[in-house]
């Protein structure tokens, strides 16, 4: 093991707890506002996944994005709601809980067996290849290549998502 | 300079630019901007006008989907590919928009009454249907996800555009499911690249013929990618959301969700599954014969239940797309499943947006609409309905035997040909149970039937309100009806013309 | 991979955490307890933070002026590896983006003139 490997599973043995705990803490906690906070860490655990996978840009867009932009409409959300104000939801179908918890549980098994059995094993196809030039740039060259079409499809989904949210937001009389 | 510096600037070889082939996708999005613009700087625009450039944006693309019938390539680089499916669901989805156009022109109001819904529902029906349009002819899973965003998220919003209780629960129920089911695709496409290295559909059909290739992440992503389209298409068990959202939905989104995202996500659904993923065919058609299967029997055992039009209608599209499905598992070593399946979605299209033409019709009649439930709907106000309103009752025949398959209506033929495809494909027990399926779904057909032609009307007559007075409704019915008749008719010419699209490039 | 490259980042992180942390000891300790009224009260006027009645729901304007902010994040993150290969995509990718940004900006006209830039 070379010592920047080292250094990758030092980072990522204080990063994975910290995620699985956080997020666990997220679903957990009574607070929403705590709640929210913790989804923050996570995502910020999450960034720090991504660059362990040699995908910086994305972790960049995980901070920018979700832990900015997302976050502070939940929070935005929260405070107005006033902390600690708790709705009580009546469950409208019985036996929920118990049949979430079994799926999940069912999930958890098929990963774990998926990895057992080795079907993440393969190796990435290219990673060096596909980074050449910085993991930015080589985003760059696909997406405004290859992609441009995505890309522009991309900026119509963005349209339709702004006027969807002046449509369901605002009513005018 | 820098030498680092220098090299950066290198030109990059840059893609081809293919303008003529997504001209129709053009012109809708072109469209839809400028009616976007209109209804920003001019918001007193009347509905007639904004309806008017929606119908000249949809003129516009289906005369360029006629300039680019013989195209047959791949463009940019792989996004979208033009052939018989593309070109076949862009005249199918155009029509079914221009359908929409004229039942939501109508509007909800009845006379005297203010339009609840706003005029944006113009511009997000266009690139709603750019979504669709682009979901039919995409051939790399990156476009195919995006398309389908741009979709759904034009008919979640569409689906909450009155402020009726009822709508804004059918536009969160669908968006919420609908969000859990998009993660389930994208998850399926992550691990698909994964295994192939590859989004694009046709690579991905090369990679699935390597022996070496990683078998069982490729069946993995393969699975939830049948989840996703799965649940788009209601099929059982992703069904569950279906009769909230179109019994809740203004009727207009509802009947065009019926008829257009079922044209687009079964388009998309053949090019996958039937073409990229055609040398899986083994592993894959079970499941899907399972869905079709439930698909069928369920959602027409549930039909019979329903006394109320629009949640009958919602259950019948699922036993429908059971139908379907009996076509995309047929498509793979039958190419004759792939025409059969996209002749089928083009007779359901205008048999469906019928139904739901004569319930928005009916439902402006009777007294105001309830906020919790949405539009009226129930059986119990299309009793006598052949006596008050001749015409409609007589549409709402052609269009409920139709949907059963009679002969000689248009979903005989769609019916005919899908069981063909189906025992050709040796899947003769599938086509067992679409039968056994089909002879349930009679029942609640014609019962509906029985209801408004040998059934005294309830209430005075008189206290019926006047349905407005814009045609727009009338001419779609007719058109709808016009349709029905002809197709049944004269099949054959459309049968060809589907034909020509079972060669999928990928 | 070189982590190497990502310390600056994490004597931030760490610099930022300490940071936060010490203020927060060091004032609990040195500063002197004394409470008014006045302290109390929001900061500069601002809005006092109350609970609002069960089952009342937040006014909406929050959710949609966030909702367009997080449009236009994703505008800008397209933007960050668009300008890293500015240069070798030439006038390609200036057309691109420009059709891009145009749609955003249509968008932007758009919420512009309903209104939904406005607070009231």
């Known amino acids: 093991m070379t010592s920047s490997e080292q250094a990758e599973l030092i980072v990522f043995i204080i990063l994975a707890p910290l995620a699985v705990v956080t997020a666990l803490g997220m679903v957990l906690t009574r607070n929403a506002v705590y709640s929210a906070l913790l989804l923050v860490v996570n995502f910020f655990c999450l960034a720090g996944f991504y660059v362990l996978l040699e995908a910086q840009f994305v972790a960049a867009v995980q901070v920018i994005v979700y832990a900015g932009a997302i976050m502070v409409l939940f929070l935005f959300v929260l405070m107005l709601l006033g902390i600690g104000n708790e709705v009580v939801v009546k469950e409208q179908m019985r036996g929920q809980r118990p049949a979430a918890v079994l799926l999940a549980l069912g999930l958890l098994v098929a990963i774990v067996g998926a990895l057992a059995a080795g079907v993440f094993d393969a190796e990435p196809a290219s990673l060096a290849a596909a980074n050449e030039g910085g993991n930015v740039e080589a985003i760059g060259r696909i997406l405004f290549t290859r992609y441009t079409f995505a890309f522009e499809t991309a900026g119509i989904l963005l349209v339709v998502a702004a006027v969807g949210a002046l449509v369901l937001g605002k009513r005018q009389p | 300079m820098h030498p680092l510096a220098q090299a950066t600037t290198q030109p990059l070889p840059l893609p081809e630019v293919d303008w003529r082939a997504i001209a129709p996708e053009l012109a809708l999005a072109v469209a839809g901007v400028v009616l976007l613009l209109v209804v ?467 | 991979m070189n982590l190497g490259a990502f310390a600056p980042i994490l004597a931030m992180l760490v610099l930022a955490a300490a940071f936060a942390v010490l203020s927060i000891v060091v004032s609990a300790f040195l500063a002197p307890h004394r409470p008014t009224r006045a302290k109390y009260s929001a900061y500069e006027s601002g809005v006092e933070p109350g609970r609002l009645p069960q089952g009342e729901r937040y006014p909406v304007k929050f959710y949609l002026t966030a909702m367009l902010f997080v449009v236009f994040d994703v505008e800008v993150i397209f933007l960050y590896p668009w300008a890293v290969v500015f240069r070798q995509l030439g006038v390609f990718g200036l057309v691109q983006m420009g059709i891009f940004v145009g749609l955003i900006l249509i968008a932007y006209i758009y919420d512009w003139k309903r209104g939904g830039l406005e607070w009231d």
Request: aromatic share 10%; hydrophobic share 55%; charged share 10%.
């Open chain 2, 40 to 506: 920003a700087f001019w918001p007193r625009a009347g509905r007639g006008v904004l309806a008017g450039l929606t119908l000249a944006g949809l003129a516009a693309a289906a005369a360029l989907t006629v300039w680019n019938w013989d195209l047959e390539r791949v463009a940019f680089e792989g996004a979208v590919s033009l052939d018989g499916i593309t070109r076949y669901a862009r005249a199918v989805l155009l029509a079914v928009g221009a359908l929409a156009t004229l039942m939501v022109a109508q509007g909800d109001s009845r006379e005297g009454e203010p339009d609840d819904s706003p005029p944006e529902v113009f511009p997000l029906l266009l690139f709603a249907l750019l979504g669709m349009v682009l979901l039919a002819a995409a051939s790399d899973l990156l476009v195919v996800f995006i398309a389908l965003e741009i979709l759904s998220l034009s008919l979640y919003v569409m689906a909450g555009e009155t402020r009726r209780l009822a709508a804004q629960e059918a536009a969160m129920k669908y968006f919420l499911l609908g969000a859990f089911s998009s993660a389930f695709l994208l998850y399926g496409i992550a691990l698909c690249y994964g295994a192939t290295g590859s989004t694009n559909l046709l690579e991905i059909a090369d990679a699935t013929g390597d022996p070496t290739a990683d078998g069982t992440l490729l069946l993995a992503g393969v699975g939830l990618l049948a989840v996703g389209f799965l649940f788009k298409v209601s099929a059982v068990p992703f069904h569950m959301w279906t009769p909230d959202v179109y019994q809740g939905t203004p009727t207009p989104v509802a009947a065009f969700m019926a008829a257009a995202t079922k044209v687009a996500g079964f388009a998309v659904f053949l090019r996958v599954f039937a073409g990229a993923l055609g040398g899986l065919v083994v592993s894959w058609r079970p499941v899907i014969a399972g869905a079709a299967v439930l698909t069928m029997l369920v959602g027409a055992a549930l039909a019979v239940v329903q006394t109320d039009l629009k949640r009958m209608l919602a259950y019948s599209s699922i036993s429908h797309a059971g139908y379907l499905l009996v076509g995309v598992a047929a498509a793979a070593t039958v190419p004759a499943g792939v025409s059969a399946s996209m002749f089928y979605l083009l007779t359901y299209a205008f048999m469906v947006m019928g139904a739901f033409m004569v319930v928005q019709y009916v439902s402006r009649l009777g007294p105001p609409d309830d906020d919790a439930i949405g539009e009226r709907s129930s059986l119990e106000d299309y009793r006598g309905l052949a006596r008050r309103h001749p015409w409609a009752a007589g549409l709402l025949a052609v269009f409920m035997l139709a949907l059963t398959g009679i002969p000689p209506l248009s979903g005989f033929w769609a019916k005919y040909y899908v069981f063909l495809a189906g025992i050709e494909a040796g899947l003769t027990w599938l086509v067992v149970v679409a039968v056994i399926s089909s002879v349930i779904s009679a029942f609640f057909y014609l019962r509906v039937l029985v209801v408004a032609y040998l059934q005294e009307p309830v209430g005075d007559p008189g206290a019926e309100t006047a349905p407005g007075r814009t045609p727009a409704l009338g001419v779609a019915l007719g058109l709808a009806g016009l349709l029905t008749v002809a197709i049944g008719l004269a099949p054959e010419a459309l049968i060809a013309a589907a034909r020509s699209a079972e060669r999928i490039l990928g």
